[in-house]
């Protein structure tokens, strides 16, 4: 009995040599919810000219590709919703950033050469592990709180629909239906209000969105921003060399806000893509 | 009764797969730390998450030195350019090798360096060997110094035991770490490209 248990542990121990010879190691990232993943997959020079691609790798080893650098530029940007690559050759690393992780986007992902052979090469490999947000429990900051910025991630991990992330069919930036005219922001509002007795979380008024604002103002910037109203950030409109926000692309519009809870860098220079409420 | 006996067992096995995983045995070389060469305080904050997997061998381009003593102004040199000429926190590399086959500590196993750039200064340990390396080789004891530095990181776990070596020259564009050392880096038995 004690010898069975013994040879158990010399094979487990075998066994875990071998794994750490063979294949890629793993890096490991830990992130609470709404953070933004910032990751940097190196590469030497034997790949400089070729097009990598970010892929999910799903249990059982199929690989979802979620973005993939393009042909054309060197230092080139994907688009791909909340996936985003910029390849600097110069310095052998391609940027991935993903922004406003969720739990769901716990796993296992993977920088590959693209076009990807149905052997591909792999660069790096990285276990993301997102967890749930402070809003239940009131956590230890790790930066004593000098003002409020710190203390809360934006969007807030609440259970509003807004965290959720978009259906991956969405090709570009506009969503049918959508057009931010005024006929379609009262609908919007009138959704908004009949739908306040069901929803689960009372919004911070500081954070409402101010609708009769929103017919005037659809190419400033002068709003505050609502998480209750499903906005999530999206990409584009990024400030110019000057600084100075750019228009936002299609129906994106850029936020501000009033209230110093939420991180002011993030809210001001980030476009919103609005979408219906769904309690 | 057998708790005792399987703790002894288990801790034998772990020592032996210990064994097995190390490359040889021999203890960590000396290193000549910082403040015997001198060191400027470094003002480097940025860690290493450690175990790294990839080394990056460099040379400085600079004037060699094959003595204790010219090697240990030769590393204040080179830290000297790097801090008050290049405005780096610290000299750039992790360690830095001398033709007088002794290892310099620079920024060390813990702190991230800056010799190669963007995503590979965080995911690597730098070294460089102190002088130009395009017409000449290192001489064999400061090659034999790396060596037993790197296996000094394995045992500290600090380098991942099955670490890559990569040349300077395979992350950025450059000749360093100089033609000669980077044909011989590339017959060591870690150097991936």
Redesign the interface.
């Known amino acids: 009995m004690r010898k069975a248990k013994l040879w158990g542990l010399l094979g487990m121990l075998f066994v875990s040599e071998l794994q750490a010879a063979a294949g890629q190691a793993e890096e490991k990232k830990i992130l609470t919810e709404g953070e933004t993943l910032n990751y940097h997959c190196v590469y030497t020079r034997k790949h400089s000219q070729s097009q990598k691609a970010w892929q999910r790798v799903m249990d059982g080893g199929k690989a979802e590709t979620l973005a993939f650098t393009e042909k054309t530029s060197k230092n080139s940007q994907e688009l791909g919703g909340r996936y985003f690559l910029e390849d600097n050759t110069t310095q052998g690393a391609v940027h991935v950033r993903m922004t406003n992780v969720q739990m769901s986007d716990s796993g296992l992902y993977r920088c590959v050469i693209y076009p990807i052979l149905s052997n591909p090469e792999v660069l790096e490999s990285l276990r993301l592990v997102v967890t749930k947000g402070p809003s239940d429990s009131p956590s230890p900051d790790k930066n004593p709180p000098r003002d409020k910025a710190q203390t809360t991630t934006f969007p807030p991990a609440t259970k509003a629909p807004v965290t959720q992330p978009p259906p991956k069919s969405t090709a570009g930036v506009s969503r049918p239906g959508l057009e931010v005219n005024p006929t379609h922001v009262t609908d919007v509002t009138r959704q908004r209000e009949a739908r306040v007795p069901t929803r689960r979380k009372e919004p911070d008024p500081s954070l409402s969105l101010q609708h009769h604002t929103i017919a005037s103002r659809l190419n400033a910037s002068q709003w505050v921003a609502s998480q209750a109203s499903g906005l999530e950030p999206a990409a584009g409109g990024e400030p110019a060399a000057g600084g100075e926000p750019g228009p936002c692309p299609g129906t994106l519009v850029r936020m501000r806000t009033r209230n110093k809870a939420l991180n002011p860098a993030e809210a001001r220079g980030t476009c919103w893509r609005i979408f219906p409420w769904k309690p | 009764m057998?708790s005792p006996?399987?703790l002894l067992?288990?801790t034998f096995?772990?020592l032996?797969?210990l064994g097995?995983?190390q490359e040889d045995l021999t203890p960590c070389s000396p290193i000549v730390p910082r403040r015997e060469w001198r060191a400027l305080p470094s003002t480097c904050k940025q860690r290493l998450?450690l175990p790294v997997?990839?080394v990056v061998v460099s040379h400085t381009a600079g004037s060699p030195c094959d003595t204790p003593a010219s090697c240990m102004r030769q590393v204040q040199n080179v830290q000297h350019y790097h801090v008050r000429t290049r405005g780096w926190c610290d000299v750039t590399y992790n360690f830095l090798i001398g033709e007088d086959g002794l290892v310099y500590e620079g920024r060390g196993w813990d702190i991230q360096g800056a010799h190669a750039?963007?995503?590979?200064n965080?995911?690597s340990i730098g070294i460089s060997f102190m002088g130009n390396y395009m017409d000449r080789a290192p001489p064999q004891r400061a090659l034999r110094a790396a060596q037993s530095l790197l296996a000094c990181g394995v045992a500290r776990g600090a380098l991942?035991?099955?670490y890559e070596v990569?040349g300077h020259?395979?992350?950025?564009?450059t000749l360093s770490p100089g033609d000669q050392l980077y044909e011989i880096i590339q017959t060591w038995p870690h150097y991936r490209?």
């Open positions: 057998s006996c399987a067992a288990w096995l772990t032996l797969g097995v995983a998450d997997r990839c750039g963007g995503g590979w965080s995911k991942s035991p099955n990569k020259r395979d992350v950025q564009q490209y």
